[in-house]
């Protein structure tokens, strides 16, 4: 009853197609909900995410350096021609927290229920640049963390990577731009134990981010920590 008249007075609209929620839907009507876009990335250890980011990291590693094949996982597809879009979007520009927190939710309840997942005990976000944090009033990859820390029972830490200078955004750079554009950009600020880090960021598109923060942390932490990745979104290749 009390959600029927808060809808009365104050109507909360579907974020694909702007259609008017009913009392039992949350963030998405139910023909949107129908067709959501889900990669289904989490049920296998080596899937399509984890094949691009993978092949990322073997583009910066120092040619000494061995890697393990490291899991990756993202809720939906991202495309420039489809209004699911507006999914992360709302999170990332448009100060949509709650929006982000659902959806995450969503994606940490299916990162809890497979093996290779389960053991992650630490969740760390990619860290935004003061500046940028300061604009926006929040890191949206922190939104999400907060969520799949909580989905996995593990350890949320924004206080492991730092962003030690301010680059330039990465929307409008190819494959090879954004990782220079990127390059050396993170620092360690404190070492933890070896265990299963989750890395968790709002938009997979060629993981040059995500590859560089997971070049740092390993080096900083050694060999014997596991590294995960995890999104909200994954662009589509």
Known sequence: MIRELTDLLLPRECIVCGRQLGAREEQLCIWC???LPLTYTWEQPHNIMADRFNATLER?????????????????????????K??????????????GR??????????????HFKDVD????????WRR????????????????AKALGANLRTDVLKRGRSTHTQTTLDADERLRNISGAFRVRHRIPAGHILLVDDTFTTGATLSECWITLRRALGPSVRISVATLAMVEA
Do not use: C
Request: without cysteine.
């Open 33 to 35: 909900a129908a067709d």
């Open 60 to 84: 910066i590693r120092a040619p000494d350096e061995k890697m393990e094949y490291s899991y990756a996982a993202s809720l939906l597809y991202y495309h420039n021609e489809n209004p699911y």
């Open 86 to 99: 507006r999914i992360p979007q709302a999170l990332k520009y448009g100060g949509n927290i709650a929006a």
């Open 102 to 115: 659902w959806f995450a939710s969503l994606l940490g309840t299916e990162l809890s229920g497979v093996q």
């Open 122 to 129: 630490t969740v760390i976000p990619v860290p935004l640049h």
């Open 133 to 148: 944090k300061f604009s926006r009033g929040y890191n949206q990859a922190e939104v999400i963390a907060a969520e799949l």
